[in-house]
């Protein structure tokens, strides 16, 4: 196994997947998504030393993004999350809880009426598993697939953010700006205000993607990884002359992440998303 010509490849691959990530995944002008979006990756686990291994991970992270389509907004969060991890000869499972609490400041008058700029805040609890499929190597776990889903829910100021804007569509129909597109028969429609996301009971957000783990002595790993996350079955209401309607809205992102055990047990860990940016620490206990 050359661990050179491997570390090449993901060189390149990483490059590209910066390069390739500059923008924020397309989504309609005035789609607010759950504070969470975009920010899902998969969970630490232990790398595969010649047994079944089991471990638990306690870990903290800060992230700052863009809300999809909304350049002027800004949104920030915290979470801690709790999981344990088991890894096997082709692979490992994970499982845990989390919770998070944020503020998404609206300032972009655009897509937001000056009466609701502002600060809200927002926060919830949620579930986490993942699955993963590897080869194993005496100093390199070569991740295949990575798979990981967390289901959650949001409560606050920013979910009821997204009724008072449809709201307000409603009720200010005929003095919204228009937007209009075509060049020589131009259609206009009321903009801004009238895509906009409404949390229907609680979310669902997953990520793919695959990776590698180098194994140090102590335990100590270096991991490395790229896919895409999603947020599915969003659900936007569009309202038009006060008929509020709703359809499905997913959205898709990339993601690259870095971990690195700075000791035996305590790992630095930073994403790059495809709106933002996530930083944290984690610790690893309770081996067996």
Not at 91 to 104: D, E, I, K, R
Not at 195 to 204: A, E, F, M, N, Q
Request: charged share 15%.
């Amino acid at each position: 196994m050359n661990i050179n010509k491997i570390l090449t490849f993901w060189t390149v691959s990483i490059f590209t997947i910066i390069l390739s990530s500059g923008c924020s995944p397309s989504a309609s002008p005035g789609f607010l998504a759950p504070g969470l979006t975009g920010s899902a990756t998969p969970q630490q686990t232990p790398g595969y030393q010649g047994q079944a291994t089991s471990a638990n991970y306690i870990s903290s992270q800060f992230t700052l993004n863009e809300p999809y389509g909304r350049v002027e907004d800004r949104n920030f969060f915290g979470k801690v999350d709790f999981h344990r991890a088991n890894t096997y000869q082709g692979g490992s499972v994970s499982y845990g809880a989390f919770g998070y609490l944020g503020n998404l400041s609206a300032r972009d008058t655009e897509m937001t009426p000056a009466s609701l700029l502002g600060n809200y805040f927002y926060g919830g609890v949620g579930l986490t598993a993942g699955v993963n499929a590897h080869i194993s190597y005496p100093k390199l776990d070569w991740e295949l697939l990575k798979i990981n889903a967390r289901f959650y829910n949001e409560l606050g100021k920013y979910p009821e953010l997204k009724n008072e804007l449809t709201d307000y569509r409603n009720d200010h129909d005929d003095i919204l700006p228009r937007t209009c597109s075509g060049f020589i028969f131009p259609t206009c429609h009321p903009s801004s205000y009238n895509d906009v996301y409404s949390r229907h009971g609680s979310i669902l957000d997953t990520s793919v993607g695959m990776g590698f783990k180098i194994k140090h002595k102590n335990k100590r790993t270096t991991q490395i990884g790229t896919g895409m996350n999603f947020h599915l079955f969003g659900r936007q209401r569009n309202s038009v002359r006060a008929e509020t309607t709703t359809k499905t809205f997913n959205t898709a992102g990339l993601y690259l992440q870095f971990s690195h055990t700075l000791q035996e047990r305590l790992s630095v860990n930073v994403d790059l998303l495809s709106s933002g940016a996530t930083f944290g620490l984690s610790y690893r206990f309770g081996e067996r």
